[in-house]
């Protein structure tokens, strides 16, 4: 297990008509390999009572094995409220690569990607967690969505984790040959936040790397600084939330 110390950002910004703040979290540590890098970064966006968060593996490197691919998140959110899992999207301007892809599919990852807010002793004490992978904790029953992407099985292994920018597929061998990775974003989308929700209730967030505990963990490290304008995840997630908010205006959510 590696935990680095990392950095928060805060941005405040108007979306889709209805005002909207964020939180973005980075951490970075040493890859397995020589000349490697983890590097990820979750911005997390609260509108009305929802949240959505925008999660990418922002390294700079070609990916050798499980232990390089950003699969999920951990954090704590103060009083522990239950939110409803709403939509897990392949993010604008992310690919999901090696391997093919069913006719149609329109980036919805809701099948691979599961929520749990009960965990107990999960990675620096947080309870909420967000994972491609079952870990000790996540299962079917836990998922986005049931409804599977044709081609590809059931929830588990390293499938639809978060490689780099610059994976080349084409070289994937062992633990990544022929699976399916999203390309470097995924962006999760949550209803049912307090009334009082503010971003400081958001802590202990984690970066988890590969199908183990034993791989790499990132911690986020306190502290932070302000910015004049959202970074690109934070647009990303943003147009997101208002697409989800217009399609449940119009009642036709589809997962």
């Not at 950095?7 to 000349?35: H, I, N």
């Not at 899992?85 to 301007?93: D, F, I, L, T």
């Not at 307090?194 to 199908?211: E, K, W």
Request: proline residues 5%; hydrophobic residues 40%; glycine residues 12%.
């Amino acid at each position: 297990m590696r935990i680095v110390a990392g950095v928060v950002s805060v941005f405040a910004a108007a979306a889709v008509g209805t005002a909207a703040c964020g939180q973005t979290f980075t951490a970075t540590g040493l890859g397995k390999d020589p000349g490697e890098t983890l590097s990820a970064s979750a911005t997390f966006t609260i509108s009305n009572l929802d949240l959505v968060v925008a999660l990418s593996n922002t390294g700079t490197f070609d990916p050798a094995n499980a232990d390089d691919i950003l699969t999920g998140i951990f954090f704590t959110l103060s009083g522990d409220p239950t939110l409803t899992p709403e939509s897990a999207q392949v993010a604008p301007g992310s690919l999901v690569v090696g391997h093919r892809l069913p006719l149609g599919f329109t980036g919805d990852v809701g099948s691979q990607w599961a929520y749990r807010n009960d965990l107990v002793r999960a990675p620096d004490g947080a309870d909420e967690g967000i994972s491609s992978t079952k870990l000790k904790w996540f299962g079917t029953k836990n998922l986005f969505s049931k409804t599977k992407i044709k081609g590809f099985g059931s929830f588990n292994g390293i499938s639809f984790g978060l490689t780099t920018a610059d994976d080349n597929p084409d070289d994937n061998r062992g633990s990544l040959k022929n699976q399916g990775l999203i390309q470097n974003s995924v962006v999760l989308t949550f209803s049912g936040l307090p009334q009082d929700f503010t971003l400081s209730d958001i802590s202990d967030v984690v970066f988890q790397y590969g199908t183990s505990l034993k791989q790499p963990e990132l911690l986020c490290g306190a502290g932070g600084s302000d910015i004049a304008e959202p970074p690109t995840m934070a647009l990303v997630a943003m147009g997101i939330l208002g697409a989800l908010t217009a399609s449940r205006g119009r009642r036709t959510l589809v997962y």
